[in-house]
């Protein structure tokens, strides 16, 4: 089952950002995934919009930006400027959803939403037909190297059922310890985007690791 790739900047080495992007770009990736945490709404700080900016100067793969942050609103227009081509916020802590999902599109990005493992599906029933993703979290958000919490399948599965009942576009992605050993499963479940961390940047070949996890979607 086909799938597109994003490998996450979380797990690369942070010495060597230009240099861990251009491996995976070997062979195509179809988006970097950047997760952006302030240290509120998950328990670790990592990039801002100068991070976004400076990857953007060194790679024309898209940029699939994650706001794992306690008040995304204020930082759309920065990260959009900076050069995010997509900007997913959480349910958890976007009160105004229509508003902010509206406004990421106005700047001209894709617009997702988030849900984290306890987070019901049918949160998103009145917004999913305006989305251009849904992320379900597979992990509780805040470190690389998690692993996978089964019940996100059955969440994926949910999620594909709500777009569909509701004329939705939206591309289910699908975050938090995926490997080869369980990519074929969320795949089967509906999820189209992969973020792919730790299972491809902590690896000896990132580029064969992004080939392996593409092979072991179809593999089913």
């Not at 240290?39 to 900016?53: D, E, L, S, Y």
């Not at 692993?147 to 599965?157: C, G, N, S, T, Y």
Request: proline residues 6%; negative net charge.
């Amino acid at each position: 089952m086909s799938v597109s790739i994003a490998p996450s900047i979380l797990a690369a080495d942070f010495t060597r950002l230009g240099a861990e992007i251009a491996r995976v770009e070997a062979v195509a990736v179809e988006y970097i995934h950047v997760d952006v945490m302030d240290g509120h709404f998950v328990p670790n700080i990592t990039f801002g919009p100068p991070v976004v900016r400076a990857l953007r100067q060194i790679t024309n793969v898209p940029l699939d930006v994650h706001l794992m942050i306690a008040d995304p609103d204020r930082y759309l227009e920065a990260f959009v400027e900076a050069g995010a081509a997509s900007l997913t916020v959480h349910a958890e802590v976007t009160p105004h959803l229509h508003r902010t999902v509206q406004r990421i599109h106005a700047l001209g990005a894709r617009a997702g939403v988030a849900i984290n493992p306890a987070t019901p599906v049918h949160v998103l029933e009145e917004i999913v037909d305006d989305l251009d993703l849904v992320l379900v979290m597979s992990v509780n958000p805040g470190f690389t190297g998690q692993a996978f919490l089964p019940m996100a399948v059955r969440k994926i599965e949910a999620t594909r059922a709500l777009i569909a009942a509701r004329g939705g576009r939206a591309t289910i992605e699908v975050d938090g310890g995926i490997d080869a050993s369980n990519i074929a499963q969320v795949a089967h479940a509906g999820a189209r985007l992969i973020v792919a961390g730790a299972s491809v940047f902590h690896t000896p070949d990132p580029a064969a690791a992004v080939a392996a996890l593409r092979q072991a979607a179809v593999d089913r």
